[in-house]
């Protein structure tokens, strides 16, 4: 199988470990980069048996075109929660997911969405792919502090500043918690301004792994506005550590505790009073899985290569 991945990710490249896990799976395997400084790619001469495209709006209406022109099937995968885009962006994903031949979404939240705009292309539901033994193997370790963990990019759509918030709520209840806060962007000097000289609060920045700070924590809080999946709650969850968080993402197939996000704080306090486990309810395919399954999710059966 010949296959061409338009995508926004430049670092989606040899030694990548989703590069790798994918194009060992075929014959060939052909990326292009479409981004903000780069809509008009040059997309290399050759036959392609599909076009898998890494999102369903701007990148997604180039895809189609593409693949129109030069007479290939066309896979469209969906990591983000289409009902929190704007209006023009979900008129775009309507547009290429009716152009699709195939689909692969990450949740069945997700392939609910992607069903109601009526395409008629079968819907692969796949995971984002895990290596979840690591995670699996966290040892909780003894802490002083009820701790609470936040994981998550400091920009809007995470809602940094809610954790704070809702933290606050947390410390009338529980005193001795504290919070960890993983993660950069541009709100970090909005944070630091709210959290400064309170100790209770530690800002700890970007963390490659996280499975060191899981080992020493009693809950995972999201606060995200919306999640594509939520790779931070299934790795908690995997671990052992329950996780409180709004309706987002993958969090209530994932077996996270959702509620209301005016109730966020209360289920924390519950959590840390009751000293709960996290279950992860997922099935998390092994990378020979993933890949088989990827693989097969991209062409329709009237082409198999």
């Known amino acids: 199988m010949k296959v061409l991945v338009i995508t926004g990710d430049k670092k989606f490249v040899p030694g990548n470990p989703r590069y790798d896990l994918q194009a060992g799976w075929v014959d060939a395997f052909v990326v292009v980069y479409w981004g903000k400084e780069n809509t008009k790619p040059t997309i290399p001469e050759g036959a392609y048996d599909v076009i898998t495209v890494q999102d369903p709006f ?39 997911l009716r152009r699709a031949d195939t689909i692969r979404v990450v949740s069945e939240k997700i392939k609910k969405q992607v069903e109601r705009t009526g395409t008629k292309a079968p819907i692969t539901v796949l995971p984002v792919y895990v290596e979840i033994s690591k995670v699996g193997a966290v ?16 920009e809007e759509e995470k809602n940094p500043l809610a954790a704070l ?17 993983l993660g950069d962007g541009s709100l970090m000097e909005m944070v630091q301004a709210r959290v400064r000289g309170v100790a209770a609060i530690e800002l700890l920045g970007w963390q490659e792994d996280i499975v060191p700070f899981l ?19 299934v790795e908690a ?10 309706d987002v ?15 966020l704080a209360e289920a924390v306090v519950d959590v840390l009073e009751h000293h709960r486990a996290g279950t992860l309810f997922l099935h998390l395919p092994t990378a020979k899985e993933w890949a088989l399954l990827w693989r097969e999710s991209l062409l329709s059966s009237r082409v198999k290569a």
């Open 58 to 96: 701007w990148r997604g209406l180039f895809a189609s075109r593409v693949a129109k022109r030069i007479g290939t099937q066309l896979n469209v995968q969906v990591h983000a929660d289409i009902s929190g885009q704007s209006l023009l962006k979900r008129l775009v994903a309507w547009v290429v």
């Open 139 to 154: 040892v909780r370790r003894p802490h002083e502090h009820s701790t609470v963990l936040w994981v998550g990019r400091l």
């Open 165 to 181: 918030d809702i933290f606050k709520e947390v410390l009338k209840a529980k005193p001795d918690a504290r919070l960890r806060m």
């Open 215 to 233: 080992e020493t924590s009693d809950v995972l809080l999201c606060t995200s506005q919306h999640e594509s999946w939520g790779a931070s709650m």
């Open 237 to 246: 969850l995997a671990a052992g550590v329950p996780v409180v968080a709004p």
């Open 249 to 263: 993402g993958v969090a209530r197939e994932a077996g996270a505790i959702v509620v209301e996000r005016e109730k």
